[in-house]
């Protein structure tokens, strides 16, 4: 699957090829070759940790993602030089879980949350909302989890989640209580009996509300 991102499309900067950054990325620590100017252009948190004197990083010109799987920051690579969302290369490294793309959908967000790269952060959520429309498909606990360990009580994508469990039956999310934290089960409960009365109609409405979701800076909203 591959989803264009459909934002504005930034001013278009003079990429210098000779300047290159490394980030090694994985417990294996892949070492991947990039242009510091495109990288630096999508994600604060490069512009940062390859400027200034003060990080090793900076001087040394190289990032370290051990925490982000090597194809999820191929992924990002993708993105970063096309402003697309590509999905399909990744399909052997997540094939024995049901829902597939909710994995690297969501790994990817918590990737872009971490480099600050908003504009992926929210294209990816539409992508969710239009997947759960189309085919129901929702986090399986163990990515739930993951997504709970990675961000913060604030975080959009916990309110994503917590709304498209609410539109599950009862027994769906009572079946997934063992197989979470008790808050995360607490949050999806309270969610869920906020809005028992119109679930069946919620479903759909989600995407129509995803400016909701979206990560802004200060008051600004995307209009959706």
């Known amino acids: ?62 990032v370290s993602l051990p925490e982000t799987p090597e194809e999820i ?15 399909s290369a990744l399909g052997k490294a997540t094939a024995a879980y049901k829902h597939p793309d909710w994995v690297i959908i969501t790994r990817l967000w918590i990737l872009a ?22 085919d129901y498909g929702r986090p399986s606990p163990a990515t739930l989890c993951a997504i709970w360990e990675h961000t ?18 009862w027994t769906t999310i009572e079946a997934q209580a063992a197989k979470m934290p008790h808050e995360i089960f607490v949050e999806f409960t309270r969610r869920y009996f906020e809005h028992e009365q119109h679930i069946k109609g919620r479903r759909g409405l989600l995407r129509h509300a995803k400016c909701r979701y979206h990560i802004h800076r200060d008051s600004e909203e995307c209009g959706s």
């Open 152 to 169: 913060s009580a604030e975080s959009q994508l916990r309110k994503l989640c917590v709304d498209i469990m609410s539109c599950c039956s």
């Open 73 to 87: 920051f191929e992924a990002y690579i993708h993105w970063a030089y096309t402003s697309e969302i590509d999905l």
């Open 1 to 62: 699957m591959s989803l264009a991102n459909e934002e504005p499309a930034r001013k278009r900067q003079k990429v210098d090829y000779k300047d290159t950054i490394t980030v090694l990325a994985g417990q294996q620590k892949t070492a991947y070759t990039v242009h510091k100017t495109v990288f630096c252009t999508r994600s604060p948190f490069f512009q940062t940790a390859t400027n200034g004197n003060s990080w090793l990083e900076a001087k040394k010109q190289t």
């Open 113 to 134: 949350d971490m480099l600050i790269d908003e504009q992926l952060c929210n294209s990816l959520t539409d992508l969710m909302l239009i997947k759960f429309e189309e």
